[in-house]
């Protein structure tokens, strides 16, 4: 029993710092990100020919610091009973903010 409750304890132990550092290493994409300059109009990106298994997650701008950057579309696995809602930004009044790609059931 006391074994029980040391391996238990040594758990919660090596769990805590896991967590924190999964929760420290988070990528910056994944922050809120608010700016107050809309971004530029869309760019035509031609999508290539259908790839099984896969969806096609098209090109955006995204914010780099100081500007706007053309980021290329590019493939995305699939999950089965989903469809790919891709990122986009969102204007809030005078604030726009990113809105992460992701599956939707």
């Known amino acids: ?32 990100l608010i700016i107050q300059q809309a971004p530029p109009a869309m ?8 790839r099984p298994g896969y969806a096609w997650d098209r090109g955006n701008w995204r914010w780099r610091g100081n500007g706007y950057v053309w980021v290329p579309g590019h493939w995305q696995p699939v999950m089965h009973r989903g469809h790919w809602m891709p990122g ?18």
Not at 43 to 50: I, L, Q, S
């Open 1 to 32: 029993m006391k074994l029980v409750r040391s391996l238990l304890r040594l758990r919660s132990l090596l769990l805590i710092p896991l967590a924190l550092g999964a929760l420290a290493s988070t990528p910056a994409d994944a922050q809120p």
């Open 43 to 50: 760019r035509y990106e031609p999508m290539p020919g259908a």
């Open 88 to 105: 986009h930004w969102q204007a809030h009044g005078p604030h726009w903010y990113w809105v992460e790609g992701r599956w939707v059931r």
